[in-house]
């Protein structure tokens, strides 16, 4: 079942490791077919190197598990939250990255000071609100992805222009139009963090990247005006 889609999805899990995205298994991948209404994520505390796509756990969008015997990843309801709000959501990846990681334990937003970042985010990359203690007691994981959709609709803000979050005191989510696409946005939003902290330091006073130039550069690459890369 879902044959190619389990590939491509324990492909992304295992380029997690050396992608220095993550250490020991703080992280994972997971992709749907939309068709289907079927998805595919990483089991739970399974070390990367030894994945492999029969490891891979199908869901529905019910939440319920269709074929695998190992238990999913302890995110899976944050993840399914995601793919029953936003249609155009294709792949979710969750790490604990160190620097995107640092601005969500400092519950700082962060700015785009640069055409890197505008390049990959809409602008700001924002911060999710903490979850309250009841939230956290009903469920935990279901109601941190009812806050990262509160938090973009919030913002009137897509999952397709700005493909990452800053879950306060956790860590990033980002998303794309499949598992690999979900995966380089996080590498995008770890190297932004890490880039953001060399400016800061460099300059605490410095600005955001004027708007015509963030505008400029997210276009060349995003919408009907794209002009980055081949057909």
Known sequence: MLSDLKAQ????????EPSGLVKLTWGNVSGIDRASGLWCIKPSGVDYGALTPDDMVVLDLEGDVVEGKLRPSSDTKTHL?????????????????????MFAQAGREIPCFGTTHADHFHGTVPIVRALTPEEVEAGYEHFTGVAIVERLRELKLSPIEMPGVLQLHHAPFTFGKNAMDSLKNSIALEMCAQMALGSL???????????????KHHSRKHGPAAYYGQK
Do not use: M
């Open 9 to 16: 999805v324990c492909e992304a899990n295992r380029q997690l």
């Open 81 to 101: 939250v995601l793919y029953r709000e936003f249609p155009e959501i294709g792949g979710i990846t969750h790490t604990h990255s160190a620097h995107a990681t």
């Open 201 to 215: 330091a460099l300059n605490p006073a410095l600005g955001s990247i004027p708007s015509h130039i963030l505008e």
